[in-house]
């Protein structure tokens, strides 16, 4: 059973636009969210990280969105450019850390369009 | 700055044969993970170590084995190999203490196919 689910595999976002990533989970006990991104023949390298004590987080063009209500997140970049085409994985963790084993999303592929 | 490393990057082996991949923390730190990405999966969590002791267990195979070392390096020996295990493992570090990270970093992975 999936705990964390990005329903979209793929989003295509012209540059300068708003690329709006989803995911949601399932497990009430998750209270820390990662996102990381991830190029080909590269591991996942972290983004940015929310605790479910907030119900946003920014830094630079991203911005972690969570509605623990709803459990759902979401990370917004904004502008998009060409260098943010990769995979975003979300990632969720119990123990208010992600330094901790994670629990991933199977990944939406973002590609930003010159 | 230092990354994780992993090794080898690519392996190839047959069915029934064992394989070791061995993992190289960022300086320091001390916890280490590992996981596996099938194809079009997301990578699922299998071991983790910290200070040489295992840590938590996620849904690793009877057939492997890890360990961490008393430089911090970690190996997984994967026996009996199976069609199934092609995948990509990936290895992590983080520092849980003191100052801990508030994150895992990542190496590049190895990509295992077995034939």
């Known amino acids: 059973d999936q705990q964390v689910k990005q329903n979209s595999p793929s989003l295509s976002v012209q540059e300068g636009r708003i690329s709006i990533l989803n995911c949601d989970y399932t497990?009430?006990?998750?209270?820390?969210f990662l996102w990381y991104k991830k190029y080909p023949a590269e591991g996942p390298t972290f983004l940015i990280s929310?605790?479910?004590?907030?119900d946003k987080n920014e830094d630079g063009r991203f911005t972690v969105f969570l509605n623990k209500s709803a459990k759902h997140l979401s990370l917004h970049i904004v502008p998009s450019q060409p260098g943010d085409s990769a995979v975003y994985f979300c990632?969720?963790?119990?123990?208010?850390?992600?330094?901790?084993?994670?629990?991933f999303g199977k990944g939406t592929r973002l590609s930003v369009i010159a | 700055a230092a990354g994780v490393i992993q090794s080898p990057r690519h392996l190839i082996k047959e069915k029934r044969e064992t394989a070791t991949l061995k993992c190289y923390p960022i300086?320091?730190?001390?916890?280490v993970y590992w996981y596996q990405q099938g194809p079009g999966q997301d990578p699922q969590f299998l071991i983790s170590?910290?200070?040489?002791?295992?840590?938590d267990k996620g849904s690793i195979p009877d057939r492997f084995s890890a360990q961490q070392f008393s430089d911090y390096h970690s190996e997984l020996n994967m026996s009996s190999l199976e069609l199934g295990d092609s995948a990509l493992y990936f290895c992590?570090?983080?520092?849980?203490?003191?100052?801990?990270?508030?994150?895992?970093?990542f190496g590049p992975g190895t990509r295992l196919t077995v034939l």
């Open positions: 992590a570090s983080s520092l849980a203490g003191p100052n801990p990270t508030d994150t895992q970093y």
């Open positions: 497990n009430s006990m998750f209270d820390y």
């Open positions: 929310i605790s479910s004590i907030k």
């Open positions: 990632a969720a963790s119990s123990e208010f850390s992600g330094n901790t084993p994670l629990v």
């Open positions: 300086p320091r730190h001390d916890t």
């Open positions: 170590f910290y200070e040489k002791m295992q840590s």
